[in-house]
Structure formats: structure tokens, C-alpha cells
């Protein structure tokens, strides 16, 4: 196996853990995963190369539909996520307004 694609299996490894990550809560961990995943596209992009041999090119196809895969449900369950961190900060928003509008008025 080549190295471009071992650096592919790791960055799948990786944006399988930010899903489990995702599914379970655990933002912080995401979070940490996210930079790390950041790093390792880093890393692959100057080597990133269409692999000569067919069964490569379709063991690298394979890895980043999956990639893409853990992508699309991260961002599903973060998307809903952040609605409800966005209703929360609301709600606080309504309640200072409230809480000012009482106090000047007393």
C-alpha cells in the first residue's frame, strides 16, 4: 500500500473518531480531531496524486466517500447543535432585555 493511501486511511480514521466525536456529544473532542484532520489534509495535499494502478485509485475512491460520509453526518449533528446553543442564546437575550426594561422602569 502506498503512502498517499495510508495517509488517506489515517485521515478516514480520524473523521470516523469526529464522528463518534459528534454522535456522542463530546464538542471538545471533536474540536481537537477537527485540528488534527485540518493537519493531515495539510499534509496530503502537496502529495496528492490520481494513483496510477486501479485497484489504488479505487481503494483511495473508497476512502474519501467515506471521508465524505463522516463529513455529512457531522455536519448534521452539529448543524442541529448549534440551533440549539443559537435558541439558548436567545432565549438569555430576551431575558436581559426583559430584565433591563424591568429595571428601568423601577
Do not use: F, H
Not at 469526529?18 to 477537527?34: K, P, T
Not at 475512491?61 to 455529512?72: F, V, Y
Request: net charge neutral; hydrophobic share 35%; with cysteine.
Amino acid at each position: 500500500m502506498s503512502l498517499l493511501l495510508e495517509d488517506y486511511q489515517r485521515l478516514s480514521g480520524i473523521t470516523g473518531e469526529m464522528r463518534n466525536a459528534a454522535a456522542s456529544g463530546e464538542w471538545d473532542r471533536l474540536i481537537s480531531l477537527e485540528q488534527e484532520c485540518k493537519r493531515k489534509v495539510e499534509e496530503i495535499k502537496p502529495r496528492d496524486i490520481v494513483p496510477s494502478n486501479p485497484e489504488e485509485r479505487a481503494q483511495k475512491l473508497a476512502l474519501l466517500k467515506k471521508i465524505l460520509a463522516d463529513d455529512a453526518d457531522i455536519r448534521s449533528r452539529t448543524e442541529s447543535w448549534m440551533e440549539q446553543l443559537q435558541r439558548i442564546m436567545q432565549s438569555t437575550r430576551s431575558e436581559q432585555r426583559l430584565q433591563q426594561t424591568y429595571l428601568a422602569n423601577y
